[in-house]
């Protein structure tokens, strides 16, 4: 038996991650700052820790249920309808999942197969086109521009809209570009949506995580509930990433059928987990304001930094992530990163790494000190000014 | 404009400049509002925080609980004036509680801050009775933690 052999082909056609060879680098340098991660630099608020420390003092080492602890279902059903205004019953309209990601793959998985179509704005999170492939489906990828400040437009979704579409992804507040869509945006795209047999996975990771005004819910848009499936999590907005820990809302039949691939692959969310994630909902919202003002200023001070170095930038009013336009300089977005590296030991992301259309841009994490990205900041602007 | 006070409390070294970047207002605006802040003595002053442990400067550092009689019509306020306008003496608070003041005391040696308590501070004629607590070793102040390693440890992965 040859081993790569048994192996099916869809997998082995999976392309190793465009950005392995950067983490490689980096492993072998010294002083790198790397604004090339995706998760918040802030630990865990302590309270939140702590809950999670509590809980395995008094022995709660067992599973929850497999759609997650009711307690904690409740406070997320309550806390959706205090943010976002969506009203999910805990027991049949909420699932908790390990991340968000898989609440994206269930959710991909439980709708579309071979003869399906997804349609996938990019750039964006890589996960949407890898988990749709391996369900068979057929990923339809729109390309968005910078013009449009990275945002879906209803031309572009007509376009893409075909009778094997099954599911369309809604990636906002968006990662790489940080953009967002405001409530007329969404409303055009609803208009379009709502009358038809499609489903709508929203993906609002980063929800708690915008600068001008809230985010906004496609969900919460007449006649989209029940065809909108809302990912959301605790990864971004509580910095919880190692707890492996998020949530989806939809209508119940859909949450019924997601737990049913859930309870086979999983069985359960990490019980700890959900013990601080309750603290996090009930307690959290001082610290996130906090992380979200320091997110804010560093975002601030790195598009003013991108922009002075004369590299267009869009202000990006959501996530993590600054998008610059590195073309004014002549490279390609793999050769900025793998030079900037190299000369100047700052990691940022090739745009490309999320879809094709990233290529010209590079994605810039501002979840780092700030310390840090003022230091980035001169030494890119070394690194452009010994290039052009 | 409060954030600009937020801001220059974590990093009083920040310019005008960085700091109208970060809060998006214009450096005009920020240049203004921080000598508007100084004049009202919003902003009393701009220092460093040193851990004194990692240098060779030899220091102790006391908390003292100070147990006073108030004065008739004067409160605390002007004993505790006599008090905190010695050199040595850090920090004042009149607290609630079983004791009154707390006096934090900055001196040389176990020694020198002995008898500052002992020469300068229990003969008050308000001091009713004192107790010395010396600082064996600060893990935070002014709410950063000394031995905080921020060195990122942050695993490479892809998201």
């Known amino acids: ?388 | 404009m409060e954030e600009i006070l937020e801001i220059l409390e974590k990093n009083s070294r920040y310019t005008v400049e960085q700091i109208a970047v970060m809060t998006g207002k214009s450096a005009e605006d920020v240049q203004k509002a921080i000598e508007k802040y100084e004049e009202d003595e919003v902003i009393v002053g701009y220092t460093t925080l040193v851990n004194w442990d990692k240098t060779g400067k030899e220091s102790v550092v006391a908390m003292i609980e100070v147990k006073l009689t108030p004065q008739r019509g004067e409160g605390f306020d002007k004993v505790a004036e006599r008090i905190y306008k010695f050199p040595e003496v850090k920090a004042c608070y009149l607290m609630s509680g079983s004791y009154d003041l707390t006096v934090i005391i900055e001196g040389k040696t176990i020694k020198e801050v002995a008898l500052f308590v002992a020469e300068k501070l229990a003969p008050l004629e308000s001091v009713l009775s004192t107790a010395t607590h010396f600082v064996l070793k600060k893990y935070k102040d002014k709410g950063t933690i000394f031995e905080n390693n921020s060195q990122d440890k942050r695993e490479a992965i892809f998201i």
């Open chain 1, 1 to 388: 038996m040859k081993p790569e052999k048994m192996i099916l082909q869809k997998i082995l056609d999976i392309p190793p991650s465009g950005i392995r060879k950067y983490f490689d680098l980096l492993n072998e340098m010294k002083d790198v700052i790397s604004l090339g991660v995706g998760e918040p630099d802030f630990n865990t608020p302590w309270n939140v820790s702590e809950a999670g420390i509590y809980s395995l003092e008094k022995g709660h080492t067992h599973y929850s249920s497999n759609s997650g602890m009711l307690k904690l279902r409740e406070t997320i059903s309550h806390y959706m309808k205090r943010k976002y205004g969506l009203e999910y019953e805990a027991k049949s309209q909420v699932l908790v999942t390990v991340g968000g990601s898989e609440g994206i793959d269930l959710a991909l998985r439980t709708l579309v197969g071979p003869g399906d179509e997804v349609i996938i704005p990019e750039p964006s999170f890589v996960a949407y086109q890898g988990c749709t492939k391996l369900t068979g489906a057929t990923p339809v990828i729109i390309k968005l521009r910078a013009e449009d400040q990275f945002k879906l437009t209803p031309e572009q979704l007509e376009k893409a809209l075909s009778p094997r579409t099954k599911v369309v992804i809604i990636p906002y507040p968006n990662n790489p570009t940080g953009a967002v869509m405001n409530s007329d945006e969404l409303s055009a795209i609803v208009k379009i949506l709502k009358d038809k047999d499609l489903v709508v996975i929203s993906d609002e990771i980063y929800a708690e995580l915008t600068y001008e005004g809230k985010h906004v819910s496609i969900a919460g848009f007449e006649g989209m509930k029940d065809k909108t499936i809302v990912i959301n999590g605790f990864s971004k907005a509580f910095a919880m990433t190692g707890w492996r820990l998020g949530y989806v809302c939809g209508h119940a039949s859909f949450i019924k059928a997601m737990n049913k691939i859930h309870q086979y692959a999983i069985m359960c969310a990490p019980t700890t987990a959900q013990h601080a994630a309750i603290e996090a909902l009930t307690n959290g919202d001082a610290a996130v304001d906090e992380m979200v003002r320091e997110y804010n200023r560093r975002r601030r001070v790195l598009v003013d930094g991108f922009r002075k170095m004369g590299l267009d930038c869009f202000e990006p009013l959501g996530a993590f992530y600054v998008f610059p336009s590195i073309q004014k300089t002549g490279l390609s977005s793999e050769e900025f990163c793998e030079k900037l590296l190299l000369t100047e030991k700052v990691l940022v992301v090739p745009g490309t790494a999320f879809g094709e259309v990233g290529e010209g841009f590079v994605r810039v994490s501002y979840a780092s000190s700030m310390k840090n990205i003022m230091e980035a900041l001169k030494r890119i602007k070394r690194f452009i000014s010994v290039i052009t």
